[in-house]
């Protein structure tokens, strides 16, 4: 079985611009979350859909949003990028439990 | 709000030795903790995990232990290998699903041949 995979892997914008990065899950798995890692922060949650729904949405501004398309597909946008945005973007796939499944991110540099 | 927090941010041992990460949490909430491994350029992988009506958990060479009491959990690696260098994540969850799952900042664990 294929694993979850992230596009691109590694992105450069400027600040304002918007960025979209997408994930594919884990075929079967319905529920995808997107964590943003950043150096001493660890992993803070950003939202989870499952099956097109927005199920939680973590601490952060209106700036990030997400969505979820029918095939369990998701994107992330982020507008009006900042400096401080620059991350490691996680997805991670899941069947709706604790155990998730995550791809190899995608690289954001803001500059 | 840093609701897991991983103290250390690094830990290094002699291949054979015991390696013990640490975890402390303030949610009296979490019923649900995990543990993942992440190597540079991959994303984090599950290691194990333990729910709150237990106090320890064993999968092979890897142990959890769970302290409610004390609002800790750690995880013990023995005997330590060179392929368990990687940074150690600890995960908590008040809810057998993924979609409100704190994470701690990670713990890099390197292995000495």
């Known amino acids: 079985k294929a694993g979850v995979t992230q596009t691109p892997r590694y992105l450069i914008k400027t600040r304002g611009q918007q960025v979209t990065l997408s994930c594919s899950p884990i075929s079967g798995h319905r529920s995808v979350s997107w964590y943003q890692q950043t150096p001493g922060q660890g992993l803070q949650f950003l939202f989870e859909?499952?099956?097109?729904?927005?199920?939680n949405k973590g601490n952060f501004p209106g700036r990030f949003s997400g969505r979820q398309f029918s095939n369990s597909r998701s994107e992330m946008n982020v507008s009006t990028l900042e400096l401080g945005d620059s991350a490691l973007y996680l997805c991670a796939s899941s069947l709706g439990t604790i155990e998730q499944y995550f791809g190899p991110g995608t690289r954001l540099t803001v500059t | 709000d840093q609701q897991v927090k991983q103290n250390s941010p690094s830990l290094s041992v002699q291949e054979g030795r015991i390696s013990i990460l640490n975890c402390d949490y303030t949610n009296s909430m979490f019923d649900y903790f995990l543990w993942y491994k992440k190597y540079p350029a991959e994303g984090p992988t599950f290691l194990i995990s333990?729910?709150?009506?237990?106090d320890k958990n064993e999968d092979g060479r890897f142990t959890v232990f769970l302290n409610k009491s004390a609002k800790h959990l750690s995880l013990h690696i023995v005997p330590s290998q060179p392929g368990d260098s990687a940074v150690y994540f600890c995960a908590a969850s008040p809810k057998y699903n993924n979609n409100d799952m704190r994470f701690g900042a990670g713990t890099r664990l390197t292995v000495k041949p």
């Open positions: 859909y499952f099956s097109e729904t927005q199920r």
């Open positions: 333990i729910s709150s009506i237990k």
